[in-house]
C-alpha cells in the first residue's frame, strides 16, 4: 500500500525562522513528487520534483528530493505570516495511469 | 487564481437526497481530477477524466460518478448521500493525461449533508 508521511505534523515559528518540512514517502512506481501549499481554500502547486538531488528554489522556498532514501524536505527561510498554512507533499503512484497520494500535511503557523 | 472553476461554492442538502458538482479545467487542459478533502482522510483522489475517458479511479464510492463532456467541463454525481459524504470537493485539471504532472486545483465546493 502507498504511504506518504509527512512531519512534523504542525510547527509553531517566529517570523524570521527557517524552517524544514519533511516528507517520506513509499508509492509504486515512482515518478516525480509534487508540494503543494494550502491555505483556506484550494492547495496551490509549489514544485515537482523528478531527480535527486538537484534543489528547485522560488523566492525563499527550495525543495529537494533523495530517491534513495525516499524523502523530500521543503525549506522555507525568513518566514513570513503570509507563509502560515498547511504544506502537502504528494507522490504520484500506480502504474500506466497515476494518482496523487497526498500526506496528511504539515501546518505551519508563523507569529508575528 | 488557478483558472480552474468550481460550482457551487456551497451545497447543504439531506442524508438520501443526489447532488451535481460541477468543474471548468485550465484553458488547454484535457485531464480533468476530483478529489475529497475531510478532517479525518485528508485529501484523496477520487477519479480521473482526459478528453472525455475515464483514466484512473482512485477510492470513488458506487455512490459516485463522474464524466466530462465534450466541451471538457466536468460534473460529479453524489447519490444517496450520507452525514459521512460532508467533505470539500476538489476539481483539479492539467495538461498530462498521466497524472504525473503538476494539477491545478479549483476553489471548492463544500458540501454539507443535515
Known amino acids: 500500500e502507498d504511504k506518504v508521511v509527512q512531519s512534523p505534523l504542525s510547527l509553531v515559528v517566529h517570523e524570521g525562522d527557517t524552517v524544514t518540512l519533511n516528507c517520506s514517502y513509499e508509492?509504486?512506481?515512482?515518478?516525480?513528487l509534487l508540494w503543494y501549499k494550502q491555505e483556506k481554500k484550494a492547495p496551490t502547486f509549489l514544485f515537482m520534483l523528478?531527480?535527486?538531488?538537484i534543489e528547485k528554489k522560488s523566492g525563499r522556498l527550495s525543495s529537494i528530493l533523495d530517491k534513495k532514501e525516499l524523502f523530500s524536505i521543503l525549506n522555507i527561510t525568513a518566514t513570513q505570516t503570509g507563509d502560515s498554512a498547511v504544506y502537502l507533499c504528494?507522490?504520484?503512484?500506480?502504474?500506466?495511469?497515476?494518482?496523487?497520494?497526498f500526506g496528511k500535511g504539515t501546518l505551519l503557523t508563523v507569529n508575528p | 487564481d488557478s483558472g480552474v472553476t468550481q460550482t457551487p461554492k456551497h451545497l447543504i442538502t439531506a442524508t438520501g437526497q443526489r447532488v451535481t458538482l460541477r468543474c471548468s479545467p485550465r484553458?488547454?487542459?484535457?485531464?480533468v481530477y476530483w478529489y475529497q478533502q475531510s478532517l479525518d482522510q485528508g485529501l484523496q483522489f477520487l477519479i480521473q477524466?482526459?478528453?472525455?475517458?475515464?483514466?484512473a479511479k482512485g477510492n470513488i464510492l458506487e455512490r459516485f460518478s463522474a464524466q466530462q463532456f465534450p466541451d471538457l467541463h466536468s460534473e460529479l454525481n453524489l447519490s444517496s448521500l450520507e452525514l459521512g459524504d460532508s467533505a470539500l470537493y476538489f476539481c483539479?485539471?492539467?495538461?498530462?493525461?498521466?497524472?504525473?504532472?503538476?494539477?491545478?486545483f479549483g476553489p471548492g465546493t463544500r458540501l454539507t449533508v443535515t
Open positions: 484553458s488547454g487542459d484535457l485531464s
Open positions: 477524466y482526459y478528453n472525455g475517458e475515464e483514466r
Open positions: 508509492v509504486t512506481n515512482f515518478r516525480s
Open positions: 483539479a485539471s492539467s495538461v498530462a493525461s498521466t497524472g504525473v504532472g503538476e494539477q491545478y
Open positions: 523528478t531527480s535527486s538531488g
Open positions: 504528494a507522490p504520484p503512484s500506480g502504474g500506466s495511469n497515476y494518482k496523487l497520494t
